[in-house]
């Protein structure tokens, strides 16, 4: 693995420091991750890491390659796009976007749009590596992201998987950020006291709502930018 000197802030020019906090997860529960029961009383290394992926992880695609597949501008897009489709087909709403991308309704090559996406999706700069450190550290981490069953087209090209769990996908739960159901949900299935997950986003709103409820919310602005963020893990 590269040595990084953004890496070698939170000890993760090889790997990170391996002694972190932990806790007995709770007698009374049980904890499903990815299909993965975490039992009683296994020792849980915290905080549990907590990752949007669009726009933090993974190059989002729709804010360039997108109007440029339709030939239009990204303004001439919103005018014409349906306001809501997309966010419908994020929470599971809708399975499908063949004739409810546009406001009219109109036709359009929907295997063209899915292949533009999966060409424009690909890691942001240095993230990759991070996500290998902290997973070979031993710290558990969740995708909480806000998209539809897409994000398969997302695991098929990049694997994320390798790195943490696809378990807050919008369209599986049904609840999106900055909803405070979505945070209360993801608190609720991991078992764990929002003062022991750590959320990076890089949108302030969905920030925000995260810190109303007590989690150590983190705005993603730059990869180097997160690891100074993220360096009080050395020292856990």
Not at 28 to 56: C, E, Q
Not at 62 to 80: H, Q, R, T
Not at 161 to 177: A, I, P
Request: net charge negative.
């Amino acid at each position: 693995m590269l040595r990084s000197p953004a890496l070698d802030a939170i000890g993760c020019g090889g790997r990170l420091a391996p002694v972190a906090r932990t806790r007995p997860m709770s007698s009374s529960s049980t904890l499903s991750m990815g299909g993965n029961l975490a039992r009683n009383n296994i020792v849980r290394k915290l905080p549990v890491l907590l990752f949007d992926v669009m726009g933090t992880i993974v190059r989002d695609p729709f804010y360039k390659d997108v109007p440029a597949f339709f030939g239009l501008s990204m303004k001439e897009l919103l005018e014409i796009k349906h306001p809501t489709a997309w966010i419908e087909f994020e929470k599971g709403l809708i399975t499908e976007l063949k004739h409810r991308f546009f406001n009219d309704g109109r036709d359009f090559d929907l295997q063209g749009l899915k292949s533009c996406m999966v060409a424009g999706y690909e890691f942001i700069e240095g993230m990759e590596e991070l996500l290998c450190s902290l997973k070979s550290s031993g710290f558990e981490m969740h995708a909480f992201t806000n998209y539809p069953d897409w994000y398969m087209l997302i695991e098929d090209k990049l694997q994320l998987s390798r790195y943490l769990e696809w378990t807050f996908v919008s369209c599986h739960t049904g609840k999106r950020k900055p909803e405070i159901n979505a945070y209360l949900d993801v608190l609720q299935k991991l078992q764990v006291d929002s003062s022991d997950c750590t959320f990076v986003d890089d949108q302030r709103r969905n920030v925000e709502a995260a810190k109303s409820l007590g989690i150590n919310a983190i705005i993603f602005e730059s990869f180097e930018n997160l690891c100074d963020k993220l360096a009080h893990l050395k020292s856990l």
